[in-house]
């Protein structure tokens, strides 16, 4: 059996804000070139007041049904990841499902941080490889405009909302078209929770807390992790670099990006990105940018498809896709 990507949705908030409107902000003291310089942000989106990460994935998972032709009863399960969820429980996922009008299946949250996506798509392909479900809603969807510390400007500009989705549909003549979700390749090490961390929780200080990176060491441990993550997925296929049609990597800073497109030997015409206009959405960064690219006509029907990402935990992973 074979889990393929039949259809794909994506949602931002109406709200954007340029790098300009931050360096406004008084006592931020930033710029426009140093953000645009050392990430290649210009702009995020900003959830409006009161719209939450169930609001913005139920947008992005409606989008990916209806690409895919498919009803809310063929959906077996909805796994949602994010890190800003609307509340400990119900988890965001039961709250889409709900909000869908989905009436049968079972839903729940993965915390993942920024390898959210990648972690959703792995635990929805096993189970659709095992039986356990035929057709499985992945979102991706985040409100880190909630728990950003906006008087620091280390965190606070690299950082934005929306949501992304995927519908997987089992699909056993796929197996031998080569089509699908080939394999997915994860991985954690806490010892280094420490770097890329929220500072509070419902069970520890009982505040949401905010974001704090270290981001110089995240910045490396990305760029080693990344690759040899990318090299495990091309090699559980003997897959060579020249053969992956899209790179769509986590969104988190142009030079990271950049830095796995010369990786592969791939030009940046061959690496989709977001960052410049999103900045980092966290789980729904991947999603969005497969939404984007899926629609747009970039990535088309054969095409083989390279996600990769990072985040706190640390966590970290690849997924190859042939769409
Ligand atoms: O999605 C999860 C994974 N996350 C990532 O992959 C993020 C990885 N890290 C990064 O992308 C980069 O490390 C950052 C974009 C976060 C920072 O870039 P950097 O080139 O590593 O800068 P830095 O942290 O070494 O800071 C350089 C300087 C510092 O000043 P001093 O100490 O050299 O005087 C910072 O205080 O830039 C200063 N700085 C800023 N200046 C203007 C930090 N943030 C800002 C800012 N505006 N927003």
Same mark, same amino acid.
């Given at each position: ?8 949705? *994506?949602?931002?908030? #109406? ?21 645009? /310089?050392?990430? *290649? ?7 409006? #007041? !009161? #719209? ?9 998972? @409606? ?20 890190? %800003? ?12 499902? !709900?909000? +869908? ?14 390898? $959210? ?22 979102? *991706? ?6 728990? @950003? ?5 280390? %965190?606070?500009?690299?950082?934005g909302d929306g949501a992304g989705a995927v519908f997987l549909r089992a699909l056993p003549e796929a197996r031998a078209e080569g089509r699908g979700v080939l394999s997915t390749h994860l991985h954690a090490d806490g010892r280094y929770g420490d770097i ?17 990176m270290a981001g110089r060491e995240v910045f490396k441990h990305a760029v080693t992790k990344l690759a040899s993550a990318v ?7 003997? @897959?060579?670099?020249? &053969?992956?049609?899209? +790179?769509?990597?986590? &969104? ?13 030997? @791939? ?24 939404? #984007?690219?899926?629609?747009? $006509? ?7 498809? +390279?996600? /990769?990402?990072? !985040?706190? !935990?640390?966590?970290? *992973? ?6």
């Open positions: 059996m074979r889990a393929v990507i039949a259809g794909t949705g *994506g949602y931002l908030p #109406e709200r954007s804000i340029s790098n300009d409107e931050l360096a406004a902000w008084k006592g931020l003291e930033t710029s426009d070139a140093w953000i645009v /310089e050392r990430t *290649g942000i210009r702009r995020r989106h900003i959830a409006a #007041e !009161g #719209e939450t990460a169930s609001d913005m994935g139920a947008k992005a998972a @409606l989008a990916a049904l209806a690409q895919a032709g498919a009803s809310a009863e063929e959906v077996d399960a909805v796994i949602v990841a994010t890190a %800003t969820p609307d509340s400990a429980f119900p988890s965001t996922a039961a709250r889409i499902q !709900g909000k +869908l009008g989905i009436l049968r299946g079972f839903a729940f949250d993965i915390s993942a941080a920024c390898t $959210g996506f990648v972690y959703a798509l792995g635990v929805a392909d096993a189970m659709i490889r095992c039986g356990q479900a035929r057709g499985v809603l992945v979102v *991706g969807t985040e409100v880190f405009s909630r728990i @950003l510390d906006w008087s620091d400007r280390a %965190t606070c500009v690299l950082f890329l961390t929220v500072d509070g929780g419902a069970g520890s200080t009982g505040t949401c807390g905010v974001v704090r090299d495990e997925a091309l090699a559980a296929h003997g @897959l060579a670099k020249e &053969q992956v049609a899209w +790179l769509v990597p986590h &969104q988190a800073n142009i030079r990271i990006i950049e830095a796995m497109g010369r990786k592969l030997g @791939l030009p940046m015409s061959r690496v989709v990105v977001t960052v410049d206009r999103h900045a980092n959405t966290s789980a729904a960064s991947i999603p969005l940018a497969l939404a #984007e690219a899926t629609r747009d $006509g970039r990535i088309s029907h054969g095409d083989l498809v +390279l996600m /990769e990402g990072i !985040g706190g !935990g640390l966590t970290w *992973g690849a997924a190859l896709a042939r769409f």
